[in-house]
């Protein structure tokens, strides 16, 4: 490995075979780095926005509204009130006198005009800093409304994005359990950390109701409020994240006694593993003849057009960069399945137990790495020889800038990837992307020295 790297993100960069495996992950960024990684609000934000019929209203300056007002791709098949980002606006003048009056007739103003389900109230860093008491606020409104508003405790500085996924979760934890669970199938589950991307879930939610299985809840994609709140009565959570959403699935088990699974739906493997898993959890005959019969029917209309992918892209050679490590693992899979050599994978947001576990299923030489900046990532396709990088909207320009074909798997995607048929599209678009005539017009000299 020739790149250079600022000595004090040594310990974040490992190439499989260059010793024994040590990664240093789950840091605090280092400052000027450029770091990918976002904080507290944006986490917490990721994982509540999609719930479609609550009230989203950010207390701080109207550049944290700004920031992440609409940019995930989460569907809904109900109301849309997620696709508005609400803020306080807090001034030089509020943050001198405080902002809990301001908070206060911004929640009664919205819940009287659009009359939310739930409402949810993001603390930033300022409001941090000046010490408004939003639960206070919150406490108020609720019982002046009728409307459920909760506080999410998301102030920036406290730490990481992954922090701001356990604020989320301790927010979501106040909306469970508060519904009736009558009527709801012995058979029954909860879909977790799973966001509706491109309208993913609901070809998630098609195979469960294929095998017999009913969805009570998914949080958060397409998510409402009074699903979520029957949550309790489900018999199994179904964990898709490894980061968003776990926290949640684990004070489920101790609060209501729910086990849970983690699985992930991206991939031919993985997505059979996932239904034959939940299958297998409830130990039903019935259930598990659906299951077999629905997967025997995907892959008989799969297989062929991946072994027609397959001839052109063996041999070509990707790299992987998302948010959440575990949907590395399915991306890795994914990728030898048509024939491909991940060189590169990294993540924001993975844990050791990701990494410990992206080490062991990687070849020797790829190289891993955590929260790494554009400089880092750039030299890493050049040494590496990339065909196609997958990521996010941030990186981007950086493919395209050193003429390498991008496969956005972020959260402004348009096109499903989840499930059979995601695999599908996957494998048209790496397919499109890496044998498109585009790349003899493009010099790349230096990747191929």
Known sequence: MNVNILEERTGQVYEKGQGPFSLKCNLDSLPGAVSQRACVFCGSRVVLYPIT????LVHGPIGCAVYTWDIRGALSSNRELHRLSFSTDLRERDVIFGGEEKLEASLLELIERYMPSAAFVYSTCIVGIIGDDIQAVCKRVSQKTGVKCIPVQSEGFKGNKRAGYEAACNALIELVGSGPIDGISPFSINILGDFNLAGEIWIIKDYYRRMGIEVVSTITGDGKVKEIQRAHGARLNVVQCSGATLSLAKMMEERYGIPYIRVSYFGVDDMADALYRVADHFKDKRIMENTRSLIKEELDSLYPALKEFRKDLKGKRAAIYVGGAFKAF????????????????GSQTGTREDY?????????GTVIVDDSNPLELSEFLKEKDVDIFVGGVKERPIAYKLGIGFCD????R??????????????????????????????RKEMRS
């Open 356 to 364: 410990e576990e992206l080490e062991a299923v990687t070849d020797p």
């Open 53 to 56: 019929d609550a009230l989203h």
């Open 409 to 412: 798997h972020n959260h402004e």
């Open 330 to 345: 399915s991306l890795i899979k994914a990728f030898r399945l048509l024939g491909m050599k991940v060189v590169l994978v």
């Open 414 to 443: 348009k096109e499903a990837l989840e499930g059979f048929i995601g695999m599908y599209n996957f494998a048209k678009e790496v397919h499109a992307t890496v044998m498109s005539p585009v790349w003899r017009f493009v010099p």
